[in-house]
Each structure stands twice: as structure tokens, then as C-alpha cells.
């Protein structure tokens, strides 16, 4: 692995950002990886039409082969660039991008020649979105190529939502991260999958996200993919049944008597909404509690708070970080996901 000073540029500023984009897209064009913000998470990206820049992502975060990326565009003109539409479900995929692109949505679709077996892990579908961020947005026009980006923490690791998270993971493995302050959703895209379908078209949620069935429902029937073993033929093969793992084990409990404390072992608490009469706030002596949605319980509030608070929970040190449940309806959903893979250990 090779290491590097990695600086931190800010971008809160017209000529602050000016100079950031400039030498982030300086960097790109050199081959290089550089952390990006999005809308959902913080990025590493390459140059997706670039095999050898694209291993350096790999490397970055030790990431195996097997798991494919996914392709930013800089406008959503370009996805014929990548991908071939297949004519059957032509109309559905121009009804979501028009109402969904630049934004958390990722679309699997079959792939172009033009993009590398490095980036799909062989597959014979690509992953394709346009990012919102203005940031990210600059610096992929600029360049004017597609940009493939994971979300920028080590393989397995807690999604980054903040240049100080990204640093926390990748400090020494790449030049360079563009700081745009907390990501706007907190969490990574919603992938699907658009199959034809009588009397409406087929969307399966293959990764939960921001957007949630309520908001696709209008384009067909909606599907979500509950699936916890490694499919890789078909699923996202990074969905991996253990994953957004911190390193302090975590548990799901279902209700609150399902947590007995143990003897001279230190818990933190990451709670929904920070209620006594939710049951969990006095079921020990926590180290620590922290809310995802203080108050008021509102998951898109929780959802910008949830991998920041479990980077937190997780440098407490504690033996064992306890989770609330949270709604498994709109974005709960992702959040519920990601809460029962982190409690699985490999
Ligand atoms: O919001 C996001 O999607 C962020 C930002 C940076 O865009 N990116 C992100 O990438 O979350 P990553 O690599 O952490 O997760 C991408 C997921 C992986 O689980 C991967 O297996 C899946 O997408 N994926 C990528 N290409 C695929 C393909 N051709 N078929 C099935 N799954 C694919
Ligand atoms: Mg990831």
C-alpha cells in the first residue's frame, strides 16, 4: 500500500472551491483517487473508464474484486455512454431518471464495452447515478468523464458522511478529500433493478436508501429485496450480510426486555429518539446515549445522524453498543438494514 500526505480542501467558498475542484480534477486526470462528496455518502473516485485508476480504489480501501462500483455521470444525457437501455423497460428508466436524476438513485442496467471489468467485478450490468452535490457535480463536469466512486471508508467499515470521517478511514491512502461539510441524506443510494412487467413494470430495491418504495411506487410495482446471503450473480455483491460493521459489536434488539446487562460490562445506548417511555433509557447504566432523531423521531433527521453516531458510539470504547429498533417504513428501512448486517459478525 502506498502512503501519501492527504490534504483537505475546503470548499465553503467561491475561490476555496474553485481551487479544490481544479486539483481534484488535476489529480484525476493524473490516474489518481480522490474522496468526493456526494449527496448520500463521501466518495473515492477514479476515472471509471480508467482499469488502472480504478485498482487504486481497490487498494485505498482494500476492497476485494468481486465487489463492483458504481458509475457516476456527470449529466444524464450520458447514460447511453455506459449503458445500453434495454427497450422494454426504456420508458420506466426515462420516467426515473427525469424525476430522480441527479439524486440518490442508482439504476443497474446492462453494461457498455466502454466501461471496464475492474469496475462491474465482471458483471454483465453496470451501476449508474448522477450525483446532486455541487461539489461533486463541478469536478465530474470538469473533467467530463464518468467518475466511479464506493463510499469512501474501508471495505466494511461505517459510510462516511463528513471529510473528517473520510480522513478517519483513508488518512495516508490517498492525495487528496474535497470537504462540503455533512452529506444532505446521510445515506447511500437506492439501487434498483426495472424489469418489464404486466400491468406495470417491476422495481426491485436491491440496496434500501433514501428513496423509499412510497417514492418509486408511481413508476411500478415495488419490490424490496430482503436478502442477507451473497448473491453475486444477481444483488449487489457488496451487500455483504455483515457490513457497515463498527468495531465494537453491535446488537438489534427488538423490545426492550430483550436486553439483560451484564456484570462489569460498559453499553452505550444509540437511541431512536431519546424517550423514556420507549422502554430502553433505563435499562442500564449507559456509558452513553445517543439519539438519532432527538425528540421528535423523524426518520430523514436520523438518517443524516445514523453512520455519525455510530462512528461515535464506536470510538467510546464500550464492550457492546446496544441499538434501538427503528419504523421499518421509509427510510427506516435502509437503517434497519444496515443496523442487522452491523450486528452480524463475519
Ligand atoms: O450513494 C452511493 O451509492 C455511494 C455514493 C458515493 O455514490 N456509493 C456507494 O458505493 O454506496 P458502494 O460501492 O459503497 O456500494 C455500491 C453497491 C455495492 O453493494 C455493490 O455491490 C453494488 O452497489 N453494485 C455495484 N455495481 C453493481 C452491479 N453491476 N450489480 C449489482 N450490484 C452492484
Ligand atoms: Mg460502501
Known amino acids: 500500500m502506498s502512503t501519501y500526505v492527504t490534504a483537505v480542501l475546503r470548499t465553503d467558498e467561491p475561490p476555496l472551491m474553485h481551487e479544490a475542484v481544479l486539483e481534484a480534477v488535476r489529480l484525476l486526470k493524473e490516474g489518481e ?34 465487489d463492483p462500483l458504481i458509475v457516476h455521470l456527470p449529466h444524464k444525457q450520458q447514460l447511453d455512454l455506459v449503458a445500453d437501455v434495454p427497450p422494454e423497460i426504456a420508458q420506466t428508466v426515462k420516467q426515473l431518471t427525469e424525476r430522480f436524476w441527479p439524486g440518490p438513485l442508482t439504476l443497474l442496467l446492462p453494461k457498455k464495452p ?46 462516511p458522511t463528513s471529510a473528517s470521517a473520510v480522513m478517519a478511514e483513508l488518512d495516508g491512502r490517498i492525495h487528496l478529500v474535497l470537504d462540503a461539510g455533512a452529506s444532505l441524506y446521510g445515506l447511500e443510494s437506492t439501487i434498483i433493478k426495472v424489469e418489464p412487467g404486466s400491468p406495470k413494470p417491476l422495481i426491485t430495491i436491491v440496496r434500501p436508501g433514501p428513496l423509499t418504495p412510497d417514492d418509486l411506487k408511481v413508476y411500478g410495482k415495488v419490490k424490496v429485496a430482503t436478502r442477507t446471503v451473497v448473491d453475486e450473480a444477481t444483488e449487489a455483491p457488496g451487500q455483504l450480510a455483515s457490513h457497515y460493521a463498527p468495531r465494537t ?79 421499518e417504513h421509509g427510510m427506516g428501512i435502509a437503517m434497519m438494514d444496515k443496523l442487522r448486517r452491523a450486528s452480524r459478525r463475519p
Open 33 to 66: 483517487v480522490v474522496a468526493l462528496p456526494t449527496e448520500t455518502v463521501y466518495g473515492l473516485a477514479a476515472n471509471a473508464l480508467d482499469a488502472n485508476a480504478v485498482a487504486k480504489i481497490f487498494e485505498a480501501k482494500e476492497r476485494p474484486t468481486f
Open 114 to 159: 466502454i466501461v471496464p471489468d475492474i469496475v462491474t467485478a465482471g458483471l454483465p450490468t453496470v451501476a449508474v447515478r448522477v450525483s446532486s452535490n455541487a461539489v461533486f457535480k463541478r469536478v465530474c463536469s470538469a473533467l467530463d468523464k464518468p467518475l466511479a466512486a464506493p463510499s469512501a471508508n474501508r471495505f466494511g467499515s461505517i459510510s
Open 249 to 327: 459489536p453491535l446488537r438489534l434488539l427488538s423490545r426492550p426486555s430483550d436486553f439483560i446487562p451484564e456484570e462489569g460490562k460498559r453499553y452505550a445506548l444509540m437511541s431512536y429518539r431519546g424517550e423514556e417511555k420507549d422502554g430502553y433509557l433505563n435499562l442500564c447504566e449507559w456509558e452513553e446515549v445517543m439519539m438519532l432523531s432527538p425528540g421528535n423521531g423523524k426518520l430523514p433527521e436520523a438518517a443524516v445522524r445514523f453512520f455519525h453516531i455510530l462512528r461515535r458510539l464506536d470510538e467510546l470504547g464500550v464492550d457492546e453498543i446496544i441499538a434501538e429498533p427503528l419504523h
